[in-house]
């Protein structure tokens, strides 16, 4: 099944294999990010305007608990293990690492203003978030539980992929119109790419999310309000198509056999189906008020 986060719906809508709606599920204020543990038993979603990430089993399509957070939940990602998370709050500036099984802070950690994007490194003793103000990325140490060393990357820094080898960290830099790719060995910027679909102008190209392939060969970025998905031979960074989705894309998500990806567009109220081997849209489906997150379970 699919499920999409509406912020402005307060709601999730689970969607079919056929795309047909299943269910609407009620949420806190303004669902965003989206993960399910594991086991894909269970769905958190990060509820900015309540300052709680709830909790929905997967099954039942019910609520069965919540998790209070600091205020504004942006992002989040799951420990290696499962056991803690680590979230961004939007509107005190930190990065805040929780118990999932009891429910506690183990730790906010000081980031710049607007933290975002989550994501830990492959050996688990690193976390990276993005500072949408500030526009930096921030290496956390988990052992000292402190920020040791800040990237400055392109303007508004959104989301992050990690290449499957552990040797790159891809960053959607928003306003500014641009990737950052980070090299994880040295920390250092090793590239900066633009994209530019036609008919379109530099100024319209807002790159947030981001969807990798498993083997690493294929990279996806929705283009915001540009309206398109950029999908990038990952090793060459050429561009082997753009394509049309809705207005304002913003997440995409990929089908566990990388034959369909999912992008939700945040102002046209629907998501993109996308074959991947043709790469072209083959289907619109409308959803609820300002799709966030899409993400697939099959």
Sequence with gaps: MV????????????LSPDYELVKKIETDRRPRDMHFNDAHTLLYVACGDDDVIDIFDVGTLEFVDSIPTGPSPEAFAFSPDGSQIYVSNEEDSTLEII???????????????EPEGVVHSIDGKTVYVTSEVADMVHVVDLATQSVVKNIVVGTRPRRFIATPDGTELWVSDELSSEVHVIDLATLEIKEVLTFLPPGFRSEDVTPVGMAITKDGTKTLISLGRAN???I???ASRNVLAYVLVGSRAWSVDLSRDEKTAIVANGLSDDI????????RPIKS??????????????
């Design 272 to 279: 993109t189906i996308v074959d991947m081997e043709s790469m």
């Design 3 to 14: 499920f999409v986060s509406n912020e402005r719906s307060n709601d999730i809508y689970v």
């Design 232 to 234: 990038i031979d990952t």
């Design 228 to 230: 398109h998905l950029a």
């Design 285 to 298: 489906v409308s959803v609820g008020r300002t799709p966030h997150t899409v993400v697939i379970d099959d």
């Design 99 to 113: 118990d999932v099984a009891d429910k506690i802070v183990i730790a906010r950690i000081p980031t710049g203003a």
